[in-house]
């Protein structure tokens, strides 16, 4: 091989090292960033100080005339099934019944559709596609932030649909038993991780609330009294697993 043919072999062989390595990297500093959000979370609930984190959002939605912007999460990195994207045009604009049926029994859901369109037609989307059957809740909270955090198929806290979108329903937010509001790991990153609030909870207005529980929540206080390994933040005591969700206009 000549010498100027070599150079460029191994120029273009170091070029592809590169990128691989800041691809690498980017997968990790995501990795990262949804770890910390966790432990700022704990902080507020351990300390009781008024950190806040993320800014909180208007419904961008409701700007765009109900037009809902699903983009690519990070190059789908965490994403744990190919379910594709919702619509564009929300489906719902009124009350959406969910329920949840969990080993521990059901939970009945009302999805608020005119608060927050986008959230609850990528509910409803990942739900119908069956994104969330066979799905552990991975996550009980205690203390100053009381919730069941459930939607990640893979159970690490880490993964989603592959798509994230903006933040809705967040001014004034109030997180009181009952609640039913997205988990992110900063601003506009929801994907398809919730959670169930058992009991008022202290939370900065950052994460879109789309529904309330109006049926089951004895279901979830009994989860949440069995407590947490490790007890305050840690994975359930007594096992909870989504078999299915089913959807119903009302």
């Known amino acids: 091989m000549a010498a100027k043919d070599r150079k460029k072999q191994l120029a273009r062989q170091r070029y592809e090292r590169q990128q691989q390595a800041l ?58 099934k190919d379910v594709g994207t919702p619509p564009k045009k929300p489906a719902y604009k009124g009350t959406v019944q969910a329920t949840v049926k969990t080993n521990q029994g059901d939970i009945v859901m009302d999805l608020d559709a005119k608060a927050a369109p986008c959230t609850v037609g990528s509910f409803v989307h990942l739900a119908q596609k069956g994104f969330y059957d066979d799905s552990p809740c991975h996550r009980l909270t205690s203390g100053g932030l009381n919730v069941l955090q459930c939607g990640d198929p893979s159970g690490k806290g880490t993964g989603g649909p592959g798509y994230q979108y903006a933040d809705e329903n967040t001014a004034n937010a109030k997180y009181t038993a009952g609640t039913l509001a997205m988990a992110n790991s900063g601003p506009d990153t929801n994907g398809s991780q919730f959670f169930l609030v058992y009991k008022d909870s202290q939370l900065q207005p950052d994460y879109s609330v789309f529904g309330k529980i109006s049926k089951g929540l004895d279901v979830l206080q009994k989860i949440a009294k069995a407590g947490s390994e490790p007890a305050g933040d840690g994975a359930p005591k007594k096992k909870v697993t989504i078999q299915d969700v089913t959807i119903a206009p009302v």
């Open 23 to 80: 691809a690498e990297a980017a997968a990790k500093a995501r990795r990262v960033k949804i770890i910390s959000s966790a432990v700022a979370v704990a902080v507020v609930v351990v300390g009781g100080a008024a950190v806040v984190v993320y800014t909180g959002k208007d419904d961008k939605s409701k700007a765009d005339g109900l037009h809902c912007t699903y983009s690519p999460a990070g190059q789908a990195v965490g994403k744990v």
